[in-house]
């Protein structure tokens, strides 16, 4: 099992730039989550699918984050335009979805977001 | 709301001593509790889980007790290696609202050979 995909793994961009990060869940997975983690603010949830339905998107800092699941091995989270203090690793991780509260999520390697 | 409050670090021990990160949370119902461990430069793994009140969780020489009267899950090994040094995070995952999964701020551990 080739585990979540997540790219690229680092990205480097000017203030005001679009940024585009992927993530492939692993196969079979229903659920879908997008974190963002700094040392200033830890671990966040910005936003989480459930079968390709965006369940709760309360963790997205404002207007300029945007994510999407168009089936279920994809998914994208957008920022634009992109300020340096979006610099962070974002995580993608993905979870078998059985319906309770045992799930373990498994997540992917990370992008290193910088924006200049 | 539910929320996961753990010790602050970092914490750093010599090789073979004995670890203790404290857990504790406030959640309704019964929620189920992890431990993940994050090694640098990677995401997020399971280290291990306890789903209700009184298990044990266990996995490669660590344990950590669901305990509910204290609402506590703390993360104990007995002898640490070198190559135990990462940060770990306690998480619940709650019975209602969507299942939302709910990380603390993370513990980072350095061991001294």
């Known amino acids: 099992d080739a585990g979540v995909i997540q790219s690229p793994r680092h990205e480097v961009t000017e203030m005001g730039q679009e940024v585009t990060l992927r993530c492939k869940p692993i196969?079979?997975?229903?659920?879908l989550f997008w974190y963002r983690q700094t040392m200033m603010r830890g671990l966040e949830l910005l936003i989480y699918f459930n079968n390709n339905v965006p369940i709760d998107d309360s963790g997205m800092p404002e207007d300029r984050f945007s994510a999407k699941m168009p089936n279920a091995s994809f998914s994208t989270l957008k920022i634009q335009p992109s300020e340096p203090r979006d610099s962070a690793v974002y995580f993608c991780a993905s979870s078998p979805s059985t319906g309770t509260s045992t799930d373990t999520q498994y997540f992917g390697p990370g992008t290193r977001l910088t924006v200049l | 709301g539910d929320s996961v409050t753990q010790m602050e670090g970092p914490v750093t021990l010599s090789e073979e001593a004995f670890l203790t990160i404290n857990c504790t949370y406030t959640?309704?119902?019964?929620?189920?509790l992890f431990w993940y461990v994050q090694y640098p430069g990677e995401g997020l793994q399971l280290l291990l889980k306890a789903t209700k009140a009184d298990d044990k969780g266990s996995n490669k020489g660590f344990e950590a007790t669901y305990r509910k009267e204290t609402t506590s899950f703390h993360l104990e090994k007995g002898s640490v290696q070198v190559s135990d040094s990462a940060v770990y995070f306690c998480a619940l995952t709650g019975n209602t609202g969507g299942f939302k999964t709910i990380f603390g701020a993370g513990t980072r551990l350095f061991v001294k050979a």
């Open positions: 959640a309704t119902g019964y929620p189920s």
């Open positions: 196969s079979g997975h229903n659920s």
